[in-house]
C-alpha cells in the first residue's frame, strides 16, 4: 500500500489538514531565486544586485533572529536569577524568624525563673508576718504592708501588675528589715535568724535570675533591631522586651504606735 492509500485516523485528519494547508500558503507566499533575478529583469536590474539582496537580507533575518535568542536566554536566566533570588531571601526570612522567636522564647524562659523567684519571696510574707506578730504585736501597720503587697502580687496578671506588685513586696521587706535592725530581741530570735538567711537565699537567687533575664532581653533587644534582621521584626511585629528594674529608692517609713 503506497502512502497516498495509507488510512489517517480521523481524530489527527483535522490537524494534518491544518498543517498541510500552513505549508502550502509558506509555499505560495515563498519565491525562489530564479524567480526574482526574473523579475528584477523586468525592470532592468542586474542579477548580481538581486543575489547580493539576497544575502543581506538573509544575514539581517539570521542577526535579528539570533538577537531574538539571545534576549530569551537573556531572559530565561533572570528568571532564573530571580527566582534563586526569591527562594534565597525566603530561605533567610524563615532562618531570621525562627532565630529570633526562639530569642523570643529564650527571653520568656528567664522571664519565667525570675518570677519563680519573685513568687518564692512572696511566699516568705507570711513568716514576716508571724515574726512580726511574736515580737511586735503593736505594729499594725507594718504587719498590713506586708499582707498586702503578698496579696497585690498573687493577683497581679500582666508583667506591668507585677513590677508594681514587686516595688510594693520590697518596700515591705525594707520596711520590716528597718524595723528589725531597731529591735535587738527581734534579732537574736532563731526565728528572725532562719528567716533572714531564706531571704538572703532567695534574694541571692534573685538577683542571678534577675541578671540572666536583663542578658536575655538585651540579646533579644539588639537582635531585633540590627539590620537586616529589623526588616522581618517589622514584617512579623516582633516588639522590644523589657529590662527588670530592681532598683526601689521610694522607701516608706513604717509609723511606730
Do not use: C
Not at 91 to 114: D, F, K, V
Not at 156 to 179: D, L
Amino acid at each position: 500500500m503506497n502512502n497516498q492509500e495509507k488510512r489517517i485516523p480521523e481524530e489527527i485528519a483535522p490537524e494534518v489538514l491544518e498543517l498541510a494547508s500552513r505549508y502550502y500558503a509558506n509555499h505560495t507566499q515563498s519565491y525562489s531565486a530564479s524567480e526574482l533575478v526574473a523579475a528584477a529583469e523586468e525592470v532592468d536590474i542586474p542579477a548580481e544586485f538581486i543575489q547580493q539582496a539576497i544575502r543581506d537580507v538573509e544575514a539581517r533575518h539570521k542577526q535579528q533572529l539570533d538577537e531574538q535568542n539571545h534576549l530569551k536566554h537573556l531572559h530565561q536566566r533572570l528568571l532564573f536569577f530571580g527566582a534563586g533570588i526569591v527562594t534565597a531571601l525566603a530561605i533567610w526570612t524563615s532562618w531570621t524568624y525562627n532565630s529570633i522567636q526562639s530569642s523570643s522564647i529564650r527571653t520568656e524562659a528567664a522571664r519565667a525563673q525570675l518570677e519563680n523567684q519573685l513568687q518564692r519571696r512572696a511566699d516568705l510574707i507570711p513568716n514576716l508576718v508571724n515574726v512580726t506578730q511574736a515580737y511586735a504585736k503593736q505594729e499594725k501597720e507594718l504587719v498590713s504592708l506586708l499582707v498586702r503587697s503578698r496579696e497585690a502580687y498573687l493577683q497581679a496578671v500582666t508583667p506591668n501588675e507585677k513590677a508594681v506588685a514587686t516595688v510594693q513586696i520590697n518596700q515591705a521587706i525594707n520596711g520590716f528589715r528597718n524595723y528589725a535592725a531597731a529591735n535587738p530581741q527581734l534579732q537574736s530570735s532563731q526565728m528572725f535568724i532562719n528567716l533572714q538567711y531564706e531571704l538572703a537565699g532567695t534574694e541571692n537567687r534573685l538577683a542571678v535570675e534577675r541578671m540572666r533575664y536583663n542578658q536575655a532581653v538585651q540579646a533579644h533587644n539588639q537582635k531585633i533591631s540590627s539590620f537586616p534582621n529589623s526588616l522581618v521584626t517589622n514584617i512579623f511585629g516582633f516588639q522590644k522586651k523589657e529590662f527588670f528594674q530592681a532598683t526601689n529608692t521610694d522607701v516608706p517609713k513604717i509609723p511606730r504606735e
